[in-house]
């Protein structure tokens, strides 16, 4: 097993730092500004991506592609204090010798996990989570909140998050994301996603739930804004 330090970058994280996270009650075009920093420089297509964003039309053949999902439920307590609760899996991690899950200080708090193969120890560390022997087909699962949702001056709210990626040393790899997300439909409705919808980002939607699907490699960043329904 290679001995190799690993980087999970999730919700509400903020390493590394490659751009400023936008501040609460940024405009839509700050959010735009901030999504679309380190995405302009294009690598070849045999060069290992060094943290641009590149959408895929499809996973690499043949590659047990490491799959990030998240459901998020936002309540009617949630437009008050911006903590929403937050479930978590990955399957597929890659095989290590250690590897960590870090999300921001100050923006995740009573962190579980609840379930773990193929894992020789799993365990939460300040904001993150630790893990040691990481084998073939791993899966973790966690559970907790997250402070993720802002209140706007213009009255909306804002779900960011990111950057996700998939990193070792200074290479970026291929990795999929899909988020669910549970609001009050009476309370809210659906805004501006971005990103846009393109191939390799789909948008579901129906009353009550927003999500998306992301097959990339590079630092992804996303935002979902809700308005008011009254």
């Known amino acids: ?21 936008p501040a609460a009650g940024a405009t839509r075009e700050a959010l735009e500004k901030w999504f679309e920093e380190d995405t302009l420089t294009k690598t070849n297509a045999d ?10 039309n499809q ?39 250690a590897m960590q899950i870090t999300f ?21 560390e300040g904001s993150s989570v630790q ?16 402070r993720a949702l802002r209140f706007q001056d213009d009255g909306t ?3 960011v998050n990111g950057p996700y ?20 439909a009476n309370l809210l409705k659906v805004g501006t996603v971005t990103p846009s919808i393109q191939p390799g980002f789909a948008l579901q939607q129906q009353e009550g739930v927003v999500g998306f699907d992301a097959l990339f490699e ?3 960043r996303t935002s979902i804004q809700f308005e008011a329904t009254h």
């Open 1 to 21: 097993m290679r001995n190799i330090f690993y980087w999970v970058c999730l919700v509400g994280v903020s390493f590394p730092a490659s751009a400023d996270e």
């Open 47 to 56: 060069e290992i991506n060094e943290g641009s964003l590149d959408f895929l």
């Open 59 to 97: 996973a690499p053949v043949g590659e047990a592609l490491h799959h990030h999902q998240n459901k998020v439920k936002i309540t009617a307590e949630s437009l008050d204090e911006g903590w929403a609760q937050l479930e978590q899996c990955h399957d597929n991690l890659d095989q290590a010798a």
């Open 104 to 124: 921001r200080d100050g923006y995740i708090r009573d962190m579980r996990v609840t379930e773990q193969r193929n894992i020789g120890k799993a365990w939460v």
């Open 131 to 146: 893990l040691s022997k990481v084998g073939e087909n791993a899966r973790i699962c966690l559970q907790a909140h997250t």
């Open 157 to 159: 709210y804002v779900l």
């Open 165 to 184: 990626m998939r990193k070792f040393l200074d290479g970026y790899y291929p990795m999929r994301v899909s988020m669910q997300i549970e609001y009050p």
């Open 218 to 220: 590079g630092e992804l």
